[in-house]
């Protein structure tokens, strides 16, 4: 394929784009890649449906309303997931940053926040109108997206352009029909629609992969991961300040505090802990380590979701037992622990020992839940310590293969 000679040149601060450029791909080993100030701005509106998605969950756990929460949940946040999915890797191969391609972005942006407005409804009464209307204004302003780069493409490429465009497409009348159907049917056909969105890459991709940037998709996935732990602190903090200014029950509420910013903390530093872009060499790795960030995001921001939670039921305020309160923050942990390790960790750990450090910390993190109240305290210290060890783990490792070198 034939690459735009000015793409390394092209600033990473804001100027006037220019009116229109050939959407032709960037170059795959580009030097000095990094996220665009519409990128970030990107991620911080989406991040609004996220906070929305989990404070709704947040007030159905609480309540007790298990099944509702949980099934909104998953049902919003893959909406939210699959569409800034799409729209980072498109943009990897093939952001120009001209008028026309900002424009296309922002009315993707306007989708999300239609969908976050939709949200409750989701979670009330498993309206899904709202969210679909959404979902489907961001998905297709992608497929003129898609054929911005087929008209410039030839051959394979082209192929692939167009095989994205007409799958989104053919997704998104059948999302337009289920608007049609009767609400309860909707909800069956959710998992058929999923299962059709996520073979759109699959199959189109089977011709030639689009020229995405390995550092540039590593960093784009970090800096997400970044903002919804950063959406974790701050719903956890302001269930804090609220439950102290209501019922000043700060001796209750410290353990939470503490033990959730272990928590963040540690979930920072496992997921930043070793670079990963050098694993992302092709779509088999890469379509794994995509589709498996789902799980990273989601277990994410639900501890954000469990620490309200815990906070609401340090001060009674929950209608469930303090172990299901304490179940809300240690299940999702050990998830987003476990989840991480899969799809990063275990590429760059060497020795048993190594493997096994996140595994046997989620494990003990899930058993914290029987503790109760003080469950919230236990599993941060577990993720601390689970840090320690990693550290002390890998140094000796370290240390090892330089002597073998040596050697």
């Known amino acids: 394929m034939a690459s735009d000679p000015a793409a390394t040149a092209r600033p990473s601060h804001p100027v006037d784009p220019p009116p229109v450029r050939r959407m032709v791909p960037r170059d795959r080993s580009e030097p000095h890649r990094v996220a665009t100030p519409l990128e970030l701005f990107f991620d911080l509106c989406f991040v609004v449906a996220v906070g929305q998605a989990g404070r ?149 991709e089977l011709w030639r992969q689009t020229p995405w940037h390995p550092h540039h998709i590593a960093e784009r996935y970090g800096l997400f991961t970044l903002i919804v732990l950063g959406e974790t602190v701050a719903a956890a903090t302001v269930a804090v300040q609220s439950a102290v200014d209501e019922h000043e029950e700060l001796g209750r509420l410290v353990p939470v505090a503490v033990g959730g910013l272990l928590i963040c903390f540690a979930a920072w530093w496992i997921y930043f802990a070793r670079p990963v872009h050098e694993h992302l060499r092709s779509n088999r790795q890469a379509l794994v380590w995509g589709y498996g960030h789902y799980l990273v ?26 172990t299901a309160a304490t179940a809300t923050v240690t299940v999702p942990t050990a998830l987003y622990l476990v989840t991480v390790w899969f799809l990063h960790s275990r590429h760059t750990k060497r020795g048993a020992a190594a493997q096994a450090v996140a595994p046997a910390g989620a494990a003990l993190v899930l058993a914290c839940t029987a503790l109760g109240g003080s469950g919230v305290l236990a599993a941060g210290l577990v993720c601390a310590l689970m840090v320690a060890v990693g550290v002390l783990v890998h140094g000796r490792e370290s240390r090892r293969a330089g002597a073998r070198r040596a050697y």
């Open 56 to 204: 709704e969950l947040a007030g159905s756990l609480a309540a007790g309303h298990y099944g509702d929460g949980l099934r909104g949940f998953v049902l919003a946040f893959f909406a939210i997931w699959w569409a800034w999915m799409n729209f980072t890797w498109f943009a990897s191969a093939y952001d120009v940053d001209d008028v026309p391609y900002r424009i296309t972005t922002l009315v993707q942006i306007a989708g999300v926040l239609i969908l976050a407005a939709g949200v409750p409804r989701i979670f009330a009464a498993q309206d899904l109108t709202l969210g679909i209307v959404g979902y489907v204004v961001m998905r297709l302003a992608m497929v003129t997206q898609w054929l911005r780069a087929a008209a410039c493409e030839q051959g394979p490429a082209r192929r692939v352009a167009l095989g994205y465009a007409v799958g989104i497409t053919l997704c998104q009348a059948g999302w337009v029909v289920v608007l049609f159907l009767p609400q309860d049917v909707r909800l069956y056909l959710f998992p058929v629609g999923v299962l059709c969105e996520l073979a759109v890459p699959v199959v189109a």
């Open 297 to 322: 995001f989601a277990s994410a921001a639900a501890i954000g979701t469990g620490l309200e939670v815990a906070v609401e039921s340090a001060v009674h305020q929950a209608h469930i037992s303090e």
